[in-house]
């Protein structure tokens, strides 16, 4: 009982909020507030529930699966309920000023539409790991794909119009992509439940050409290297709080939904060969996205391309978890780096909008003698690099420890060279702007003052990004609880 | 006698299957923007007579009332205000970008890239269609076996409205979202209010108004039992709302902002409200009571009509309508 009005409050709860929130226009941060406490009470029942009862569903309607749709709650999807809770949270409240602070008239417009749009994203969000159907699934996408393009487009200036319409003529034709599969899957195997597809689907030609298709819609969502030409400029144009929404969130939502496709319902299509090509592609995005971020001039790209390369590391899970040894070492592993990634993208992007608020441009070679001004947004971008770099004790190490040591137990060495590599390159790019950073310039601009709640959300999300890192044992806990493997 | 009539429709259906094909090709690579939509417009018309052939009436009736009416009206209108742009000679802005991008076409190469894909991937379906293991009926049996449980008739709406509504009330919500992404762009232009020195076309439309909505009103109704439904009804009311703008009718209407938000919003808040409603009641979300399925199901459909058919006719203005305070 409880369970049904998580479930059921999770996701109608911002949806409900969006709609009001578009309806008094003036009381947007009012109702995202509300939404905010609603989601975390129910996400609250939800988990003891989990961790009482094991795997929670809802059958919506009445009906039960192949013929109505199901909603399940395991850990993992209780695990990205959290993250989406925490980061939407932080949003709420850096958003509530951020707007509002800006220098320009178009600002109050502005704020008015970005309540109801990331209350819609953030329902989508709800909806999509909650879901246990892979049509279902479609329509969440489809929500998130909109939300998305429209919270870029918000900023209103050119080049963010620009890398919006790409933004949406991608998204456009992965869904059609995914969608297409969805069909093919429906015409072979008579349902779309992800629960009874794991028993009915057989490997054969028309289940492979529907799941290349699914596959490559989603990659192309989840920004996976060579399809992540459309992110960068994406999420560095968007305004700061939509860009850590972008981030962090966004594009694990299409990643997600991969690891129920190849690790669920069809996990008898799932194999070696199909893994090392998921980890070879998210091995290159970590070098490429690495290496372009060294180079970036501004802040925002380098922040964005620093996702390319993270987003990589979620598909070293492919190659790793599907092996018995140690299995469930890289799955709880990615999945607590995906977690730290959302945390440390959220800090990073949130304090790259504080240096643009503040120094009106985010160039990072004129960086230089900011930090006086404001300590604590540098302070969080550092701890942030901390997490994403890997070192001890942040979450980011606990993530790769786990990733390393499962590649080492299956002696799949490639990998820890990969990620080592990749590890010295973040340090490098962290580095570049914490120097930058540091320096003092004798006659350095005095700032614009920054908002004290834009700052300390910043540094809330960094903390997380390290101190989830000490509680590491409770996620992998929660993890087990519905994992898709004995 | 039946195998001269199978002969025929068989003819018919591969006339049908060539047009689709020559119209599809053709307003993909006409080098005249207008002359393309048209035959897009043409297009979605014979899809609809391609989906009743293949006996879904429900989809024939939404693709020739959206996906070629209301979209043909939607692209005529931004190909209208990409051409008035032009001759004013608004400095290139990315919509002017996008539109000579579309008129020079793309370079050779891409074009090789694309037709290779597209190709790779016919052969793919082609392949994976050909193989396909079982003739399956999908869900049909399942489907029509519960359809006396769902409050309705129509196996169609019992689907959309009762086994997956919850598919159908985020539909709704991308409706909305739809609309609040296009206000949030830009405002819209109000269009031409020339038309009332025409005193015929007035008359005309006082006729033709009424009396959309109550097809509108109709098609809800009878959706419970045969094709028709929210969609489709809304799309009428959309048409009709499109023809009211077009004709000046609609201005001060077009001022009430909090009314039409609310309108706007109404079917997702009525379809999620009585999912919430539903759970108290009998513990199940979108569980309706037993036995009241179809009462709740029109009230459901009819928020859902207004603001579908609101929707769809004001995404026509391209913009949100006033500017707010």
């Given at each position: 009982m409880t369970a049904s009005w998580s479930f059921a409050l999770l996701v109608l709860g911002p949806l409900m909020a969006a709609a009001l929130a578009f309806v008094f226009p003036r009381r947007g941060r009012g109702v995202a507030l509300a939404a905010a406490g609603i989601t975390a009470g129910a996400w609250v029942g939800l988990v003891r529930e989990v961790m009482a009862g094991g795997v929670q569903i809802q059958r919506v309607g009445g009906w039960s699966a192949p013929l109505g749709i199901d909603l399940r709650a395991d850990g993992l999807a209780v695990l990205m309920l959290m993250v989406t809770g925490l980061i939407s949270g932080a949003v709420t409240l850096y958003s509530g000023r951020y707007f509002r602070d800006a220098h320009d008239l178009e600002s109050a417009h502005r704020e008015r539409y970005f309540w109801p749009l990331f209350l819609f994203l953030w329902a989508a969000l709800n909806a999509l790991f909650l879901s246990a159907d892979i049509f279902n699934l479609y329509v969440t996408l489809e929500l998130l794909g909109f939300a998305a393009v429209a919270l870029v487009a918000l900023a209103g200036n050119r080049e963010a119009l620009k890398s919006a319409m790409r933004y949406l003529f991608v998204s456009l034709a992965a869904s059609l992509f995914y969608l297409l599969g969805v069909a093919l899957v429906y015409g072979q195997c008579a349902t779309v439940d992800l629960t009874l597809l794991a028993a009915k689907a057989q490997p054969g030609p028309t289940l492979w050409v529907a799941l290349a298709l699914m596959t490559g819609g989603l990659l192309a969502k989840a920004a996976l290297f060579p399809l992540h030409f459309w992110l960068p400029p994406a999420h560095a144009n968007a305004p700061a709080p939509v860009s850590a929404l972008l981030s962090a969130l966004v594009v694990k939502g299409a990643f997600y939904i991969l690891l129920r496709l190849w690790f669920e319902a069809f996990h008898s299509l799932n194999t070696p060969a199909v893994a090392q090509v998921f980890g070879g592609l998210g091995a290159a995005a970590i070098l490429w996205g690495s290496a372009n971020a060294l180079f970036q001039p501004r802040l925002k790209l380098l922040v964005a391309y620093s996702t390319v390369a993270q987003l990589g590391y979620l598909f070293l899970l492919f190659p790793l978890a599907a092996a018995r040894d140690g299995g469930f070492l890289a799955w709880s592993g990615g999945l607590i780096f995906l977690a730290a990634h959302a945390c440390a993208k959220t800090a990073m992007f949130l304090t790259a909008g504080n240096i643009l608020h503040a120094a009106g441009h985010d160039r990072i070679k004129d960086l230089g003698g900011i930090t006086h001004v404001p300590p604590i947004s540098t302070f969080a971008f550092g701890l942030a690099g901390l997490s994403l770099i890997g070192l001890p004790p942040s979450s980011g190490f606990a993530g790769k420890w786990l990733l390393l040591s499962a590649s080492l137990v299956q002696g799949q060495w490639w990998w820890v060279v990969v990620m080592l590599v990749g590890s010295l390159l973040a340090a490098a790019y962290v580095m570049r702007v914490l120097t930058r950073a540091f320096t003092r310039v004798p006659d350095a601009t005095a700032p614009h003052p920054i908002p004290p709640v834009m700052e300390w959300t910043a540094l809330a999300m960094a903390v997380l990004a390290v101190g989830f890192g000490l509680v590491a044992r409770w996620p992998a806990e929660l993890l087990r609880v519905g994992v898709p493997w004995p | 006698m039946d195998r001269e009539i199978a002969m025929m429709s068989h003819v018919f259906d591969w006339i049908l299957v060539l047009l689709v094909l020559a119209l599809a090709w053709r307003s993909l690579n006409d080098c005249d923007l207008f002359r393309g939509v048209i035959q897009f417009i043409a297009l979605g018309l014979l899809l609809a007579v391609a989906w009743l052939r293949l006996r879904a009436p429900d989809v024939a009736l939404a693709e020739a009332a959206v996906g070629s009416g209301l979209t043909g009206a939607l692209i005529l209108s931004a190909l209208v205000r990409m051409r008035q742009r032009e001759r004013r000679g608004v400095p290139a802005s990315a919509s002017s970008d996008t539109s000579r991008t579309l008129q020079s076409g793309t370079s050779n190469r891409s074009r090789v890239l694309i037709g290779a894909l597209s190709l790779a991937l016919l052969t793919a379906l082609g392949w994976a269609v050909f193989r396909f293991s079982a003739q399956s009926s999908g869900l049909a049996v399942e489907s029509l076996a519960k359809l006396p449980e769902?409050?309705?008739?129509n196996p169609v709406t019992a689907v959309l409205l009762n086994f997956r509504a919850y598919d159908t009330l985020l539909e709704i919500g991308v409706l909305l979202l739809a609309i609040v992404g296009v206000w949030a762009l830009r405002r819209g232009e109000r269009p031409?209010?020339?038309?009332?020195?025409r005193p015929l076309l007035m008359s005309l439309l006082r006729l033709l108004l009424p009396v959309l909505v109550l097809a509108a009103g109709y098609l809800l109704w009878i959706g419970a039992s045969a094709p028709g439904g929210a969609f489709q009804g809304g799309a009428l009311l959309a048409g009709a709302l499109v023809l009211g703008l077009l004709a000046g009718l609609a201005g001060r209407f077009l001022r009430r902002e909090r009314l039409l938000r609310t309108g706007l919003t109404l079917g997702v808040l009525v379809f999620a409200a009585a999912g919430l409603l539903a759970l108290w009641r009998t513990g199940g979300l979108l569980q309706y009571p037993a036995g009241q399925g179809g009462a709740w199901i029109l009230v459901i459909e009819a928020a859902a009509l207004i603001s579908i058919g609101l929707t769809l006719g004001l995404l026509y203005l391209g913009g949100r309508p006033e500017e707010e305070k």
């Open positions: - | 769902s409050g309705v008739t031409g209010d020339d038309l009332r020195e």
